[in-house]
């Protein structure tokens, strides 16, 4: 396959969308590093300290000095105190970080209505019709990079492609603050060289899996057979399969359907009575609650995960035939749960409650009187 050229059999690629994905450069850290110029040029974590915690908790980020060391988000706070001692650890301020993501959305909002954030610190935004009327999605993208730094103070990446993949394994091509452009005639090349690791979607274990079968960079993967793929990744085969060859046709959703809303809690000091887990569940279960109608959801089924001291993990879940609305529901039945469930031979390392099943917040359960229910070149580009 020639770059941009499809063979007979290949299936159809679509290049007719304009997708920027905007990534900000260590958002929590850089966001601390701004309303505390000091620890500028300084190994910030944002994990409570491991000595403050007894060792738990995990790394939510950490600044490209604290990079340095090899610290990176979802490492244990511990790991990353004994590659970094001198790490300045920060517990996180999260209600900051929200009103800082709400003021970038704010600016994508300025150029199109047709973007999906995937975090705080992450969207797409697809800009095939932009508000600017700018042709150029690369000149789109250098603007809205101008403009979150001068409003915020904080720097971010952008990969900009036609389609989604694409335009995420771009956008961390050249970070921090860089830009990265992938058009139709270039991502043949792009896809080839990159390691299988960076393939947005594809895990440790996966790798681990995929080195096995030879399978080291896109080119490798590229060689694969359709068949063979599906054979030893299932349904994640086929899809990389066609994202290898540039193919994906997600569309950029502005109103995500989102499937659950949930909390959990790591504990520094393992739980060991019932009056301690009633009142962490009842806890959770209220933020549980405000958090759905933020998004103003409901849903039917309460799911509760339990860690032991052990590492031992179980989840259990009960679905009602009415909407969970509010905290006192959700924690009775996230307690009876525990109840069916109850162990006190081993401490309690984290509690989590989700509800999911969810629906917009109209839908309201109806009881009939009669019967009961049962439960390159960028210029246009």
């Not at 020639?2 to 159809?12: A, M, S």
């Not at 601390?32 to 915690?53: D, Y």
């Not at 690791?197 to 079968?213: P, Q, S």
């Not at 860690?307 to 879940?317: A, G, K, L, P, V």
């Amino acid at each position: 396959m020639k770059y941009g050229v499809l063979t007979f059999d290949d299936p159809k690629i679509e290049t007719n969308r304009k997708i920027i994905h905007i990534d900000m450069d260590a958002f929590f850290a850089s966001v601390e590093i701004r309303e505390n110029p000091s620890l500028e040029g300084k190994p910030v974590i944002i994990a409570k300290h491991p000595k403050e915690s007894g060792g738990r908790g995990v790394v939510a980020t950490a600044s490209y000095e604290a990079r340095k060391y090899g610290i990176h988000s979802a490492m244990s706070a511990q790991k990353a105190y004994e590659l970094c001692p001198k790490g300045i650890f920060i517990s996180g301020h999260y209600d900051l970080y929200r009103d800082v993501s709400k003021e970038i959305r704010e600016i994508f909002k300025s150029y199109t209505d047709v973007f999906e954030p995937l975090s705080l610190d992450e969207a797409y935004l697809d800009v095939t019709n932009n508000k600017k009327g700018i042709k150029s999605a690369t000149v789109l993208a250098h603007q809205i990079q101008r403009e979150i730094w001068e409003k915020t103070r904080l720097t971010s990446s952008a990969g900009v492609s036609y389609n989604k993949f694409i335009a995420k394994l771009a956008s961390d091509y050249k970070k921090p603050s860089g830009i990265t452009t992938i058009t139709p005639e270039d991502a043949h090349e792009f896809l080839m060289t990159l390691p299988i690791e960076k393939y947005y979607g594809v895990g440790k274990k996966t790798v681990e899996r995929m080195h096995e079968l030879s399978i080291y960079n896109g080119k490798d993967l590229y060689e694969m057979s359709e068949m063979k793929l599906i054979k030893g990744f299932g349904k994640m085969g086929y899809s990389l399969y066609l994202k290898v060859r540039g193919i994906d046709h997600s569309v950029v959703s502005p109103d995500r359907n989102r499937k659950s809303v949930g909390k959990e809690t790591t504990f520094s000091k393992d739980l060991k009575t019932e009056s301690e887990i009633r009142s962490a569940l009842s806890e959770l279960a209220k933020q549980v609650i405000e958090s759905l109608m933020k998004v103003k959801k409901h849903g039917k089924t309460a799911v509760l995960k339990i860690r032991y001291s052990d590492f031992e993990t179980i989840t259990r879940r009960k679905t009602m035939n009415y909407y969970i609305k509010d905290e006192e529901q959700l924690s009775y039945i996230a307690q009876d749960l525990w109840e069916e469930n109850n162990t006190l031979q081993r401490g309690i390392r984290l509690l989590g409650i989700t509800v999911t099943n969810l629906d917009p917040i109209l839908y309201e359960n109806i009881e009939l009187p009669l019967w009961k229910r049962k439960e390159t070149n960028y210029e246009n580009f």
